[in-house]
């Protein structure tokens, strides 16, 4: 029987890494391994001796072989080179994975590429002490790390700078306005295309938000037949689509974030992430910096432009 059958051929990635990792597996001897545990426990022996690290060396497996898939075409787990292995870890490293991450992903991979066939990539950057800015790339790991419903609101979130229960209020534009005691900028948006939707954030304030066609498509798909009624930090809010939202999804997003870079700033980072590319948008369409914050201000949901000078750091 080759390798990629045996380890899955033609299986999605994360039932490949189940399967190999499956046969590394010695929970018997844990406690007598227990002493000389290193990272994630394996060091001592080679072989896995909790479910805990079971679970966290299959994700780990899974992007990097979607990784691989996009990058190289790989469609089994099993036939990752050790160049391939080393080539990603280097990538990890560029993007700002922490260290402790960098060195699980090794571990994870020698499963697959051989003990001692790759060598340990120092972490270039540690974003968390600087920003709470998620890059694109990394918003993208995060999503690979969620279940489906989770990630498509962390994609919401993303490219509409939401605030975590704002996903919970989501509605068409045209079934709730915008607030209509505010003046806003017809500015909003500019260099964007997509669907206009309306939500409620701080202090009752109804604001349009924008997404992009194909989130749009996923999002209608999940419309109810009527809004169901939820509650959130107990806070009660009418729900027009399954999604998952609020403290429920922001937990979430903390926890794949830790397992796919090594590290988090919360769901709130998706926020300064919109921030961020949005002035950069502005300013390639013209905007100089005060109108382009005052811009971003109100699809934020402020209406002072100073506020979101904290979203720029």
Do not use: C
């Not at 402790?100 to 968390?128: C, N, W, Y």
């Not at 900028?185 to 409620?200: I, K, L, N, Q, S």
């Not at 689509?241 to 429920?248: A, H, Q, T």
């Not at 590319?277 to 502005?282: F, G, Q, S, T």
């Amino acid at each position: 029987m080759s390798k990629t059958t045996r380890f899955g051929k033609g299986r999605p990635m994360d039932e490949q890494a189940a399967a190999i990792l499956r046969q590394h597996i010695d929970l018997s001897s844990r406690h007598a391994a227990k002493a000389g545990l290193g990272i994630a426990g394996t060091r001592s022996t080679g072989r896995i001796h909790s479910l805990a690290t079971l679970k966290k060396y299959s994700s780990n497996l899974k992007l990097a072989g979607e990784w691989a898939k996009g990058r190289h075409g790989l469609r089994h787990l099993a036939q990752m080179t050790a160049g391939q292995a080393q080539e990603y870890l280097e990538h990890r490293a560029a993007i700002g994975i922490s260290q402790k991450q960098l060195d699980a992903d090794r571990h994870a991979m020698e499963f697959v590429t051989g003990a001692g066939s790759l060598g340990r990539v120092a972490a270039i950057t540690q974003p968390k002490l600087v920003s709470r800015f998620y890059a694109p790339v990394q918003v993208d790991f995060i999503q690979q790390s969620q279940g489906e419903a989770n990630a498509l609101s962390t994609r919401i979130a993303y490219e509409a700078g939401l605030r975590a229960h704002e996903l919970l209020t989501l509605r068409r534009a045209g079934e709730e306005q915008k607030s209509p005691h505010r003046t806003w900028r017809p500015e909003r948006f500019a260099g964007r295309e997509g669907v206009r939707y309306v939500v409620t954030g701080k202090g009752g304030l109804r604001r349009e938000v924008l997404l992009s066609h194909e989130t749009s498509e996923r999002l209608e798909a999940l419309r109810l037949d009527a809004p169901r009624e939820v509650v959130d930090r107990g806070i009660r809010y009418s729900q027009a689509y399954d999604i998952s939202g609020g403290n429920r999804w922001s937990a979430s997003f903390s926890a794949a974030s830790e397992r796919a870079l090594g590290w988090s700033t919360g769901a709130h980072g998706l926020r300064h992430s919109y921030a961020q590319e949005r002035m950069a948008e502005l300013a390639g369409n013209g905007f100089d910096y005060y109108p382009a914050r005052d811009i971003l201000s109100q699809e934020l949901g402020h209406f002072r432009g100073e506020i979101v000078e904290t979203y720029l750091r």
